[in-house]
């Protein structure tokens, strides 16, 4: 490798590190915002705010034993 390609790495590493604190911080705020809804007097609103943010290749197929 040469010398250009390392710092071109080490640009491109800090750049992908970045965005992925920002996208943390965005998913932090995003997750106190759904679960600010669990405060209702309703449980039922907060289930339904919580499984519609989880993607569907998460959600389980089947039930534990």
Same mark, same amino acid.
């Given at each position: 490798?040469? /010398?250009?390609? /390392? %710092?071109? $790495?080490?640009?491109?590493?800090?750049?992908?590190?970045? $965005?992925? /604190?920002?996208?943390g911080k965005e998913?932090?705020?995003?997750?106190?915002?759904?679960? *600010?809804? @669990?405060?209702?007097?309703?449980?039922?609103? @907060? $289930?339904? /705010? %919580?499984?519609?943010?989880?993607? *569907?290749?998460?959600?389980? %197929?089947?039930?534990?034993?």
């Open positions: 490798m040469k /010398i250009n390609d /390392i %710092t071109a $790495a080490i640009a491109r590493s800090k750049k992908e590190r970045e $965005a992925a /604190i920002e996208n998913a932090e705020t995003n997750w106190r915002t759904r679960f *600010a809804a @669990c405060g209702e007097p309703s449980r039922r609103s @907060c $289930a339904r /705010i %919580t499984a519609s943010a989880l993607p *569907a290749a998460s959600w389980p %197929t089947s039930s534990p034993v």
